[in-house]
């Protein structure tokens, strides 16, 4: 599908020079205040979009709708009726796009935290068939500390209980094959998805590669994502999955 | 044998359970597994009312030494498997209804677009 001319060739956003049909999945709760922004970004570099409203009670919902609208044909909104949590979300989002013939699904997170230059990179080695998966990894020296903490925390723990190896086990921007898409059997629905996803690529022998991101840390998005609760949260349905 | 309070308070309890116990199984509430198993706790809680004594051979068998504390500690057992199974089941009920959320999202595809869907069509 042809998006908006691409002035410099060469550029990252050449997404149309891509052979491959890339959808971008968007899981969104709340996030009125930045998501239209978000969204225009992706819209203007020529990316079609799965946005999923896993049922937001602002106007999430309206202002997708809006901008989708003005843009005919390039990306689907779906709501889910009330909130599941970001893992059952990102699971409708997938199946949407592999009905919808994606050959390429991207998680891209509507907090405004990620750069949608990366995107294209982040594909590129899937593009050139060296990975089914390929994780964006944020760098952990530009994190506040907190965050840095709670994230290095993260990938220690599903070292322990998934016995992965990860720089980045929380990141919200990755990218899958059809092929590595089908093979997920995720369960979580919420934020132990980012775990579990790292296990689904182990278990199943997926090739993964791991691909450096720019994280745009705001104060928005500080107050969302991975805080100690749901850290928590993650660490029991570890165990229980340990315990299986 | 005079029988202490505690003897008719564990035999007023236990026919109470019998009695919701086949109400529920009566009104399709409970499945036929279920109120075997209910049954049974409720009988032996009947039982052991009527015959405290009894406990005494489930000490001396177990080895815990006082025919009350086995029982406490059987009771104990039994909670945590219960609530483990209820665990199990509000988990379970927790995925459907995400199945169900999904199924709906799904089936509204672009709702609330209708002129768009018009044009499309």
Not at chain 1, 100 to 114: E, N, P, S
Not at chain 1, 166 to 191: H, P
């Amino acid at each position: 599908m042809p998006g908006k001319p691409v002035e410099n060739i060469n550029s990252p956003q050449s997404f149309n020079l891509v052979d491959m049909d890339i959808w971008v999945i968007i899981p969104a709760y709340n996030e009125e205040k930045i998501i239209g922004e978000v969204l225009e970004e992706l819209f203007s570099r020529g990316l079609k979009l799965v946005i999923i409203d896993d049922g937001s009670i602002d106007r999430t919902y309206q202002i997708a709708r809006n901008i989708l609208d003005s843009n005919p044909g390039r990306g689907y909104l779906y709501k889910h009726p009330i909130n599941r949590g970001l893992g059952a979300t990102l699971k409708t989002g997938i199946e949407v796009s592999l009905a919808k013939g994606a050959d390429i699904m991207v998680t891209f997170d509507a907090d405004g935290q990620h750069n949608p230059d990366d995107i294209l990179p982040v594909c590129q080695p899937i593009i050139r068939g060296h990975a089914d998966v390929v994780i964006g990894v944020r760098d952990f020296d530009d994190m506040p500390g907190v965050k840095k903490v709670s994230n290095q925390l993260m990938n220690l723990i599903t070292r322990i209980f998934y016995g992965a190896s990860v720089k980045d086990s929380q990141s919200g921007l990755r990218a899958f094959n059809r092929n590595a898409a089908v093979a997920l059997d995720i369960e979580s629905r919420e934020y132990g998805i980012s775990s579990e996803i790292i296990r689904e690529i182990k278990h199943k022998e997926l090739k993964m590669e791991e691909v450096p991101i720019e994280t745009i840390y705001t104060d928005y998005a500080m107050a969302k994502g991975t805080n100690l609760k749901v850290g928590i949260k993650i660490l029991v349905r570890m165990i229980k999955d340990a315990l299986k | 044998m005079a029988l202490m309070l505690y003897q008719y308070i564990g035999i007023i309890i236990g026919i109470v359970g019998l009695i919701y116990s086949f109400i529920r199984f009566r009104e399709s509430k409970m499945s036929l597994g279920m109120l075997l198993i209910w049954s049974v706790v409720w009988i032996v809680l009947i039982f052991l009312s009527i015959f405290p004594d009894a406990t005494v051979y489930f000490a001396d068998l177990t080895g815990i030494g006082r025919g009350l504390d086995v029982i406490l500690i059987l009771g104990l057992i039994g909670c945590f498997y219960l609530i483990f199974r209820i665990y199990n089941k509000i988990e379970n009920i927790e995925q459907e209804i995400t199945h169900i959320a999904r199924e709906i999202a799904l089936q509204q595809e672009n709702i609330g677009s209708k002129e768009k869907k018009d044009e499309e069509n």
